[in-house]
């Protein structure tokens, strides 16, 4: 076992971390603010190659393993989040999904353009459309329809909360075609988002990462040709947990960045601020405090660095990955809300960017499936 990370591995997170405060950081709190979408930000982080860090460079992407896009992820969410989701949702649904299922028109013609994040000069990316009004954790329960007509389906319904609803050119929408065969009769579509019947519709106002831009999206009578449904009739479920299993891994990177930041700067603000005639960091409460807080962190990078190892090593990485996403997210959310609590009454003001980590913690205990959910994914296979 070694638990040292290789040159190769220091540099990429280096780079990532040079990207995040150089790139990141001016305008965060504004566009947190103003919820806007960090389109400037995407398009660098695709040009550094990261909006397809894993795929195979002969479909546009970085050929990185999966420990790398777990340090990236740390270092970009320790600045800000509404970037990261927008790289993980690209990343390891879409592009992985694609990349693993998908036929080799489906990935010249989808997968380059999303690994390049680009497409003729053009900001080009993706989203996955599984949950619903009605259908979140309970996600075979889809009402979308994908009727099949013979050379195409027929798509109508609702998706509720989609990540890059309005920024993606590209859906990967999963949707009922047989109900009498369940979590079988469910397809995985390819759907571009300018085709007629597509309508993006409510911007969410959100709690955390607002920058990120979350929507809902209608289908009305959207045609779907038959070639852009990824793998066998009736793949589409096995197609939505097999891609959200990677998926959490990086939800996960993610958590563990927003507590690691909120930890430094936890420990920074403790080195400047004085109470009772010395620095709180002098006070054993401040000390226990952020002793639990790099506890905490340093297993959480573990579970996510196992998992994505396991993943690079193509083992069964379902349970390692619900592990990194359920003890992540929670240390996330715990991590900040003390962090925000060494700092005291500042902790409660925007400009010292804690008080929206603990905001942007809280989703990343919901989406890619709910903490309840990593805990039955988790149980299940213990007691199988
Ligand atoms: N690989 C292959 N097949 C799988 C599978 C996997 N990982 N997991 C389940 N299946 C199969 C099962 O074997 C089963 O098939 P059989 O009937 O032949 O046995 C079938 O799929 C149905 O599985 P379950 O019976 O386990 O289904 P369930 O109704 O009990 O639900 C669940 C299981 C784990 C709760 C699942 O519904 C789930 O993961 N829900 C959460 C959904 C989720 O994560 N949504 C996130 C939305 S995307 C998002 O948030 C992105 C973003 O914007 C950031």
Redesign the pocket.
């Known amino acids: 076992m070694n638990f040292e990370l290789s040159e190769e591995h220091l540099m990429i997170r280096q780079a990532a971390r040079d990207f995040a405060v150089n790139e990141c950081l001016p305008g965060v709190i504004e566009r947190d603010e103003q919820q806007k979408f960090p389109k400037e930000q995407i398009i660098k982080l695709a040009e550094l190659g990261f909006m397809g860090m894993m795929v195979d460079p002969k479909y546009g992407g970085s050929g990185m393993d999966t420990i790398s896009y777990v340090l990236a992820m740390e270092e970009i969410s320790k600045i800000d989040a509404s970037v990261s989701?927008c790289m993980?949702?690209n990343n390891s649904?879409v592009c992985w999904g694609l990349e693993a299922y998908g036929t080799e028109e489906q990935k010249q013609k989808y997968l380059t353009p999303a690994a390049q994040g680009q497409k003729d000069g053009q900001l080009y990316i993706g989203?996955?459309l599984?949950?619903e009004p009605e259908a979140?954790?309970?996600?075979?329960s889809q009402r979308t329809t994908a009727e099949d007509k013979g050379d195409h389906y027929l798509l109508n319904g609702t998706k509720n909360?989609?990540?890059n609803g309005s920024s993606a050119s590209v859906y990967l929408v999963m949707a009922q075609t047989d109900v009498s065969k369940?979590?079988?009769g469910i397809n995985t579509l390819i759907v571009e988002k300018n085709w007629p019947g597509v309508t993006v519709s409510v911007k969410e106002n959100k709690l955390g990462i607002r920058g990120s831009d979350?929507h809902s999206i209608l289908f009305t009578d959207v045609k779907v040709p038959k070639e852009n449904r990824v793998g066998e009739d009736g793949f589409g479920?096995?197609f939505?947990?097999?891609t959200?299993?990677g998926?959490r891994i990086g939800?996960a990177s993610q958590a563990l960045g927003i507590a690691s930041g909120a930890f430094e700067m936890a420990v920074k603000y403790s080195k400047e601020r004085k109470a009772f005639g010395k620095e709180i960091r002098h006070h054993q409460v401040i000390q226990f405090k952020l002793a639990d807080m790099a506890t905490k962190i340093e297993a959480a990078r573990l579970l996510c660095l196992k998992a994505a190892w396991e993943k690079d090593h193509a083992k069964d990485y379902?349970v390692s990955s619900s592990m990194a996403k359920v003890f992540s997210s929670e240390t996330a959310m715990w991590t900040a809300i003390e962090a925000v609590q060494v700092h005291g009454g500042y902790g409660f003001v925007k400009e010292y960017h804690v008080e929206r980590l603990m905001r942007d913690a809280k989703i990343t205990q919901i989406?890619?499936?709910?903490s309840e959910?990593q805990r039955?994914?988790i149980g299940?296979a213990i007691l199988k």
């Open positions: 989701v993980s949702v649904l989203a996955f599984l949950s979140g954790s309970d996600a075979t909360w989609i990540t369940g979590s079988h979350t479920f096995a939505a947990m097999k959200l299993a998926g939800i379902t989406y890619e499936g709910t959910v039955i994914v299940r």
